[in-house]
């Protein structure tokens, strides 16, 4: 194997995308093999520090019903395969032509979120998305919630849900040594804005308009292999944003007005 070592690997999203842990997973290849895989040994095969054998690489086809070319590609020096990629179009679960679907497909995923829950975009005023938001972080006192800001809010109603999730939710406070609230600020010259509801089990993709340069009014709903990767998207971008953790920083953001009425950013 050749080149740097990936920080991830489609045999690592497999395993997550099956919510199974690695003592899990081996105990899982285990019996299909009959071997006796670890743990620590399945973390070096998903890293790439170690190469997978020939009957493992069965089981793990086997245990993921993936294919070997995908599975094994960080292994075998081939350029790691995306989900889309490695999937086909198996992670789009459904396409959301209508704005009425979008909005519900968003309100649904911030909705059941438990665990961890990733929201990107400056634009955001729906109400019911918004409204769901602020529920489920006051509903779920362990869930990690990051906010991306794109640039400072467009509309004056996203500055109130960001205040109203300040007051669920102190960011300074600590639960199992983790933050539960983080709210970042990209510069707009820094990256492209973008826009994306993603839990630990699904994930929404709002798409631009097709009548007009600022509206995003379809989408596609994604599956849980894919709201993995947007999972970790937005934390890698929240870590390098600028927090805004007060209510005072909220408050002194300028709002950008203008442009068409939104519809479906995240």
């Given at each position: ?21 690695l003592e899990?997973?081996?105990d ?5 093999t ?9 973390s070096?095969w ?45 992670v789009?679960?459904?396409l ?11 309100v ?17 005023r729906?109400?019911?998305y ?5 529920s489920?972080v006051a509903?779920?006192p ?5 906010r ?13 849900h960001l205040?109203r ?7 300074s406070e600590?639960?199992n040594?983790v ?13 492209m804005e973008r826009?994306?509801v993603a839990?630990?089990r699904?994930?929404v993709?709002p798409l631009?308009?097709?009548?007009g ?7 596609v ?5 894919a709201?993995?990767g947007?999972?970790?998207h937005?934390?890698e971008?929240?870590?390098s ?24 950013e995240?």
């Open positions: 194997m050749t080149g740097i070592v990936p920080s991830d690997s489609a045999l690592r999203r497999a395993r997550i995308a099956r919510n199974l842990t899990e997973a081996a899982e290849l285990n019996d299909i009959g071997g006796a895989t670890d743990a620590s040994l399945l070096a998903e890293s790439g520090r170690k190469r997978t054998g020939a009957k493992n690489r069965r089981g793990l086809c086997t245990l993921y019903a993936k294919r070997s070319e995908v599975l094994f590609a960080h292994q075998d020096g081939q350029r790691s395969a995306s989900v889309l990629e490695a999937t086909g179009t198996d789009v679960v459904r959301l032509t209508r704005y009425a679907d979008l909005v519900e497909a968003m649904n995923v911030a909705a059941d979120a438990t665990e961890q829950l990733v929201v990107t975009g400056s634009r955001s729906e109400k019911a918004l409204g769901a938001i602020e489920t509903q779920n362990d869930l990690v919630h990051y991306i800001l794109y640039g400072p809010p467009r509309h004056p109603q996203l500055t109130e205040v999730l300040l007051e669920l939710r102190d960011p600590r639960r040594g933050k539960t609230l983080h709210v970042g600020l990209v510069q707009p010259d820094a990256a826009f994306f839990s630990e699904a994930a993709v631009p308009s097709f009548h340069a600022e509206g995003f009014d379809c989408g709903l994604l599956s849980q292999e709201a993995v947007l999972l970790q937005g934390r971008a929240c870590a944003a600028r927090p805004v953790e007060t209510i005072e920083a909220v408050r002194a953001l300028p709002v950008r007005h203008g442009g068409a009425l939104w519809q479906g995240a």
